[in-house]
């Protein structure tokens, strides 16, 4: 997304989830060896950041917790506007 707008958070929610399912790969990718060749020069500093981020084991588990009270909380005001 180059240019967020109203719908940012939906569009976070919705990136959260994807990230959360492909956990495994991405964790696959950061460890090769061919994407840090391709990253530049300039960035190399923050794969390890962004490795460490991914590894942590704090990142599924949040992760989690996010999507569910997120889902959670939708589903209610949905609810409530239906009644409404």
Same mark, same amino acid.
């Given at each position: 997304?180059?240019?967020? +707008? ?6 976070? !929610? +919705? ?16 460890? +090769? ?34 999507? !569910? ?5 939708? +589903? ?9």
């Amino acid at each position: 997304m180059l240019q967020p +707008n109203d719908t940012r958070f939906g569009t976070n !929610f +919705n990136m959260l989830e994807i990230i959360l399912k492909v956990e495994t790969p991405l964790q696959q990718l950061v460890v +090769n060896k061919y994407w840090k060749e391709q990253c530049p020069i300039k960035k190399l500093d923050k794969l390890e950041d962004v490795k460490e981020v991914i590894f942590s084991r704090l990142f599924g588990r949040m992760g989690q917790v996010i999507v !569910f009270t997120i889902e959670f909380i939708y +589903n209610l005001l949905h609810m409530l506007d239906f009644l409404i």
